[in-house]
């Protein structure tokens, strides 16, 4: 019976805190908070058929702002508009400019251009901020490897 | 004659020649036919008569011919003019837009600024593209069209709401959105010789009332007449008669627009003659909405500084700071009243004149029934209201955009930006150009005070990019930020001081032979030069510190230990490494540049400072984004480049030293500010205090701030008296974020030996390492007990911050090895 009561009140009390900070219009910080751009990595994606590549420059998750960036800069792609591509994916990093998946796409996108100065200097940046608690963080890894690899054996390295 | 002997006169052809060589041929001939006329008087009057008639008709049908060629010359050079592209056009230059999206760090201050910067006024309900307005908390702002460097993008309704300082939620037309962005504000054009600026706009983006002014104040019967107006020449002479001067002009805008557009400013009575031909083949070739549009284009409207105000668009937003369409009638009419006399009529300088002129306007426009009189009276009742000067339309970043074209003409023919109206988005971010305008405005004033100058005798120079991205983000060339003329953030090459010191501790972490704790000595140094002189730099203080941790002498600035580390690890490694962080000149390898005995730009220091600030990677400081043709053709978009220079990790360990700095050294004080000691900076100050330095970054922004005299004379400031208050004002405005580590370094307890012990064994200060480069060694006293801790070998001085009293070169330090034991 106890129990019973101090469960009812613990629910009440949920309750009454969740409408309170609902209505009130206090700092919640939820969307503002979890969305701060520096705090936040993207998500690869991992049931994709090839796992050490990606197919489209949106695949995974991101940030907002940035998946917005990577949805435009895939159509340009999609349309032969490589140049436009690659602005659109610059301002993706000027958002987050220490976001690993955003320099591994430009890498990725440079390579298919045949730009490999730049896909090396880009997968330089890929590494230097690929960060071990992102989750999935093991497929960008094994992604920027692969990558690394071909523009190595390109370069004759 | 002496109507066909104007035009002559004024074509400057051939035609003139052969006119004027007739008429003494004809006199010379006269005299030696006075002899027969003597012996036949009565036939000589007939033909004397008959010959004058002859060569009258000769020479008439000769300027008939003449006026004709000259006038199909005339028309075919107004044809070409006019048609196509009647204007060279400045290149426009661009800040970057600020985008908007949930998640983004944005002071409410700060977006109401930009706003009113681009124009944007604050309305309570919020319907027109250009205009913003609240909805209790959330903000509305009604983003005008744009074409952006990338994509054109339509004018949208955003509403933003905000949490804890950051976007919440954003939303265009209801619709939840990830990312929107304000257009950019204008910030500039690149002008031709005669600094000629202006803005085009369509006939048809003219509101009607502008129109109609213009024609009821300087042509009433411009769409009656073809060109010329008898009427309105007669009307002038008659005003002019009455007031015994000249009051009136009997110019029609076809007129007007001819002189401005074709003609110069002389004043004859052969221009005269061309400007009404002109008007005339102008009229017939080119209807009356042409004109009107040509003129409401050319208009010359105000100056400022070098730079000439021409056309209503330009205008409207260089006086009232907003587009042509948002204009009040009393701004309409002030316009068109500023056209008499643009510098009289000046309402920055002679508001009253100002208002009396718009006043008269506004009687003319209610006496022409294009406005009602309840219209007048309230248009007359108000105040000449113009825009604050060096705001909105006035914006102008003198200092950036020389770097932009610096930038740019390495790629691009001047001419091509001056003329093609290209289109130049940069990085610059207003935001941030204020907080460094304002701050080194208000500090040099104060520095000066401080120092009892009583005139301006202090300058400064700035730069602050964005340190991943070496994005430069504000540019200051001297404590008057408007002004055109040296630019010293560019151009002022002044010794780097203790900014070099970085480099040499570089070298050193870099050499494998040093770390943080390895004990250094700061004991006086004296180098013989290869021409008998001797380099014996001192610390600032004059004192010597004794033995001590490197990170300490790096703290600490001191002279003595660095210069013997430098030595040390080889003057000819640390010109390397000055190559290698991108500088990319000549460094003499003498001693002395260890101590910064070198001279540098602000600009250059930022570059070597960018690589400490981007991890290792070795950048150039960059303006331009993108650069589009007028019609929107991409031409170039600059991409992020850069090579890794030094390992990031290196970067990392080189990073704690700096971070020091602020812990513990001579930028302690920006620890106090800011609550947080996670900035990483170094105080540079050169010889006899001629320069006061403070190069420093925080994990978004780096900036270098250089104060001292043109005159290259001593002032009473060191780097952390001058150059840091500054700094640390700029990021007090903009807003600090501690920095956050490259990499992972490994971390132990070291005692006073530099050893590595634990904690509880007499560890006094816990230092990063390489990563695993502790491996095999005693690490964090695992492998040595307490008690074998040693007790012999290098040790800290205790004393060495009491700052003992040096002896200079007791031993006579001639040789220059004596320092090295």
Redesign the interface.
């Known amino acids: 019976m106890v129990r019973l009561a101090v469960l009812v009140f613990l629910f009440l009390q949920i309750i009454f805190v969740t409408t309170l900070s609902g209505c009130s219009g206090l700092p919640s910080a939820s969307d503002a908070e979890r969305h701060d751009p520096r705090q936040q990595q993207s998500t690869e994606e991992t049931n994709v058929s090839i796992e050490n590549d990606i197919v489209r420059l949106d695949e995974g998750e991101h940030h907002p702002a940035v998946q917005v960036l990577l949805t435009q800069a895939e159509e340009a792609r999609q349309q032969g508009q490589h140049q436009q591509a690659l602005s659109y994916l610059d301002r993706a990093r000027q958002i987050q400019p220490r976001n690993s998946a955003i320099f591994y796409r430009q890498a990725w996108l440079n390579y298919q251009l045949g730009e490999l100065q730049q896909v090396q200097q880009l997968l330089q940046r890929a590494r230097l901020f690929l960060r071990a608690s992102v989750a999935n963080f093991e497929v960008l890894q094994r992604r920027i490897q692969t990558l690394q690899f071909k523009a190595d054996a390109k370069q004759g390295y | 004659m002496t109507t066909a002997k104007k035009p002559t006169r004024a074509s400057k052809s051939s035609t003139k020649k052969t006119a004027v060589k007739k008429v003494p041929a004809d006199k010379k001939k006269a005299p030696k036919k006075k002899a027969p006329q003597a012996a036949a008087p009565n036939k000589s009057p007939r033909s004397l008569k008959q010959k004058l008639w002859s060569w009258f008709w000769r020479l008439s049908i000769l300027m008939i011919l003449a006026l004709g060629t000259w006038l199909i010359y005339l028309d075919a050079q107004l044809r070409s003019q006019f048609d196509g592209n009647k204007w060279t056009l400045p290149a426009k230059v661009y800040a970057r837009p600020l ?1 908007l ?5 944005l002071s409410t201050e700060q977006l109401k600024a930009e706003l009113q910067w681009n124009d944007y006024k604050p309305v309570s309900n919020v319907v027109m593209p250009g205009t913003y307005g609240r909805d209790g ?1 959330d903000w509305i702002i009604y983003r005008r069209a744009f074409s952006f ?2 994509q054109v993008e339509n004018a949208v309704k955003i509403r933003l709401s ?8 954003l939303t265009i037309d209801g619709q939840r ?3 929107v962005r304000i257009e950019p504000q204008y910030i500039g054009g690149i002008f031709p010789a005669h600094h000629e600026d202006r803005e085009l706009i369509a006939l048809a983006d003219v509101p009607p009332a502008l129109v109609a002014a213009l024609v009821a104040v300087e042509d009433r019967a411009f769409f009656d007449h073809y060109g010329i107006s008898i009427r309105g020449i007669l009307r002038a002479m008659k005003a002019n008669v009455a007031a015994g001067r000249t009051v009136q002009g009997g110019s029609t805008l076809t007129q007007q627009l001819v002189k401005n557009f074709f003609l110069t400013n002389e004043r004859s009575l052969q221009r005269k003659v061309k400007e009404a031909l002109m008007a005339l083949l102008l009229e017939l070739h080119y209807s009356k909405e042409d004109i009107l549009q040509a003129y409401l284009n050319e208009v010359y409207l105000g100056q400022s500084g070098r730079r000439s105000i021409h056309g209503i668009a330009l205008a409207s937003r260089f006086y009232f700071a907003k587009n042509v369409q948002q204009l009040n009638l009393s701004e309409v009419a002030l316009l068109i009243g500023m056209i008499k006399g643009p510098s009289y009529y000046n309402p920055f300088r002679h508001p009253d004149r100002a208002r009396t002129r718009r006043d008269l306007v506004l009687n003319v426009m209610a006496e022409l029934k294009i406005i009602s009189t309840t219209e007048r009276i309230n248009a007359q009742g108000k105040e000449i209201q113009v825009a604050a000067s060096g705001r909105a339309g006035q914006r102008e970043y003198p200092a950036f955009i020389q770097l932009v074209k610096r930038q740019l003409q390495s790629d691009y023919r001047l001419e091509d930006l001056q003329n093609t109206g290209l289109r130049i988005f940069t990085t610059l971010d207003p935001w941030l150009q204020h907080a460094t305008e304002k701050s080194i405005q208000k500090h040099v004033d104060q520095l000066e005070k401080r120092a009892g100058y009583n005139k301006p005798t202090l300058e400064a120079a700035a730069v602050v990019t ?4 070496a ?1 430069v983000r504000a540019i200051v060339g001297s404590r008057r930020v408007r002004y055109f003329g040296f630019n010293r953030a560019l151009d002022a090459q002044r010794s780097i001081g203790s900014l070099a010191k970085p480099a040499v501790y570089l070298t050193a972490l870099a050499s494998g032979r040093y770390d943080w704790s390895s004990i250094i000595d700061d004991k006086s140094v004296s180098v013989a030069g290869q021409d008998g002189s001797l380099w014996q730099p001192r610390n600032y203080d004059k004192k010597d510190h004794g033995k001590l941790f490197m990170v300490d002498a790096m703290a600490r600035s001191l002279n003595q230990a660095t210069a013997r580390l430098g030595m040390k690890v080889g003057i000819s490694q640390v010109v390397d490494t000055f190559a290698r962080l991108g500088i990319d000149k000549y460094i003499p390898p003498y001693p002395s540049i260890l101590l910064g005995s070198l001279s540098m730009s602000p600009l250059e220091v930022t570059q070597m400072f960018q690589t400490y600030a981007s ?1 290792g ?1 070795a950048m150039q400081p960059r303006v331009i984004q ?1 650069l589009t043709t007028s019609d929107n053709q ?1 031409l170039t ?1 600059y ?6 220079a030094f390992s ?1 990790e290196l970067i990392e360990n080189l990073r704690y030293g700096m971070q020091q700095v602020v812990v513990q050294g001579t930028g302690k004080r920006l620890g106090r500010t800011f609550n947080t000691t996670k900035i990483a900076a170094k105080t540079g100050t050169s010889d006899e205090q001629r320069d006061s330095w403070f190069a420093g970054f925080d ?1 978004r922004h780096l900036a270098v701030i250089w104060l001292g005299r043109d005159d290259n004379k001593s002032t009473p400031f060191t780097g952390a008296s001058g150059a840091l208050p500054i700094w640390q004002n700029i990021f007090q405005r903009s807003g600090l ?1 501690p920095l956050t580590p ?2 992972d370094l490994d971390w132990a307890w070291v005692n006073e030996y530099g050893q590595l012990v634990a904690k509880e064994c007499g560890g006094i200060r816990r230092m990063p390492f390489m990563r695993g480069s502790l491996e095999g060694r005693a690490f964090a006293g695992r492998e040595i007990s307490c008690a074998e801790a040693k007790v012999s070998g290098d040790k800290v001085d205790a004393t060495s911050a009491n700052n003992r009293e040096t002896s200079v070169d007791k031993k006579g330090g001639s040789s220059w090895f004596d320092w090295l034991f």
Do not use: N
Not at chain 2, 101 to 105: A, W
Not at chain 2, 162 to 169: E, P
């Open positions: 985008s999206y949930p998640g983004l760090l908390k460097a990338d905000f949490a804890s300082g950051r976007i919440d939620q959105e990830g990312l964005s340190v991943d991205g994005e991890g990677f993108a991409v978009s991409a992020l480049e850069g090579r890794q990031p994990d974020e490259l990499v």
